[in-house]
Nanobody, 131 residues
Framework: QVHLVESGGGLVQAGDSLRLSCAVS????????MGWFRQAPGKERMFVAT????????IYANAVKGRFTISRDNAKNTVYLQMNNLRPEDTAVYYC????????????????????????WGQGTQVTVSS
């Protein structure tokens, strides 16, 4: 079993930065592609970013591209989400997710960005951005 624990959320003002962390239990962290999703009140959980098992490749949702950076430290079993220039519309609960295998399908040519394509989830951390 894999357990994910997010931290780093909080209340900030527009334009501020936050760094979320997700600590993952288990000895096989490097075998999982990792992703971040977010869910605003009354809305569906949406893809934010994903990172390959080695950390060498990343994909971002258009809404966060250029402002957010996903990274991982396989020695620490941790994935991060650096969020800069935060906006009120970034307010949401942010979830870390783990997917067994690659982040990208060579057959279909697309990356995995759907909730059902990730195997394990954290409990979420709240990010609130005031205007």
């Amino acid at each position: 079993q894999v357990h994910l624990v997010e931290s780093g959320g909080g209340l900030v003002q527009a334009g501020d930065s936050l760094r979320l962390s997700c600590a993952v239990s288990g000895r096989t962290f490097s075998s999982y592609a990792m992703g971040w999703f977010r869910q605003a009140p009354g809305k569906e959980r949406m893809f934010v970013a994903t990172i390959s098992r080695s950390g060498g490749s990343t994909i971002y949702a258009n809404a966060v591209k250029g402002r957010f950076t996903i990274s991982r430290d396989n020695a620490k079993n941790t994935v991060y989400l650096q969020m800069n220039n935060l906006r009120p519309e970034d307010t949401a609960v942010y979830y870390c997710a783990a997917r067994r295998g690659p982040y990208y399908s060579a057959n279909s040519g697309r990356y995995y960005s759907s909730r059902g394509e990730y195997n394990y989830w954290g409990q979420g951390t709240q990010v609130t951005v005031s205007s």
